[in-house]
């Protein structure tokens, strides 16, 4: 298990050129033994393993051509044994079974592939908004404070907190209290930059997370961002006012 972990992450940190280079090699490291066996001994299963790591980690594209590889490399080794078939259609035949079966291969691992990925996604984001939940900003967190104190580099949180939700709630019910959170959430993806990560944390509470960005910078555009909130929020909840803390942490640990 512990060897096979391993081998996921070296996969998953591959460049594309060398995922290709080697599911290919192997491929064709696979159809010269296929060719030195002869027609006794079949290997073709062993197509399957380069086929699918390529299907897995390279996606749909990469796995189908993987999958005419292997099925040429089949046909030309079977073609290179001089086994004389009873009918030419029984050669067509085979070509078309092993080609069918990795083609199954490649096709069930990506599906799969894509569901994991689906399902981990839909498990670090947060229903009614769309930002990342708790869980999902707990892992960045960790890892953002781990990149700043390998950079040297400013981490600055910010937490968001809405006054008098409750009151809306009360007021105008859940549905508008739903309607003027998904507006918080618009709100603070289109403030954000690609490498900043906006998370809600429960209820009414969000939480920014803003790599290298010194407390100067991150008070700025906090300013901004909160006029913004407040403009957007008055047209379904005059009342609703909201409460922003920024902290910075730096080199050393410490904060301001």
């Not at 998953?12 to 192997?26: D, V």
């Not at 001089?82 to 030419?88: D, F, I, K, V």
């Not at 069918?100 to 996604?121: D, N, P, W």
């Not at 403030?191 to 010194?214: C, H, N, Q, W, Y």
Request: glycine share 6%; with cysteine.
């Amino acid at each position: 298990m512990h060897l096979l972990r391993i081998s996921d992450h070296r996969l998953r940190q591959t460049s594309r050129p060398k995922l290709w280079a080697l599911t290919t090699a192997s491929i064709f490291s696979v159809a010269i033994v296929d060719y030195l066996t002869g027609y006794e001994i079949s290997v073709a299963l062993f197509y399957q393993l380069p086929v699918g790591i390529g299907a897995w980690y390279g996606g749909r594209a990469m796995g189908e051509i993987l999958v005419l590889l292997a099925s040429m490399s089949v046909l030309l080794a079977d073609l290179a044994s001089g086994l004389e078939h009873t009918h030419p259609s029984t050669l067509i035949w085979n070509t078309l079974i092993h080609t069918g079966t990795f083609l199954i291969t490649a096709t069930l691992l990506v599906a799969l592939r894509a569901s994991m990925a689906k399902q981990e996604e839909l498990a670090q984001t947060d229903a009614l908004t769309g930002l990342s939940n708790r869980r999902a900003f707990e892992d960045r967190f960790q890892h953002d404070i781990a990149l700043a104190q390998r950079h040297v580099s400013p981490l600055t949180i910010a937490y968001l907190d809405l006054d008098n939700f409750k009151q809306v709630n009360d007021k105008y019910g859940h549905a508008r209290g739903d309607r003027v959170l998904q507006i918080v959430a618009e709100v603070l993806r289109s403030s954000m930059r690609k490498v900043d990560m906006a998370a809600r944390l429960g209820g009414d509470e969000f939480a920014l997370i803003l790599p290298e960005t010194d407390l100067a910078p991150a008070q700025a555009m906090i300013a901004k961002l909160q006029h913004h909130l407040t403009q957007c929020l008055a047209a379904e909840a005059p009342e609703m006012t909201c409460s922003i803390g920024v902290i910075t942490l730096r080199e050393g640990g410490h904060s301001e």
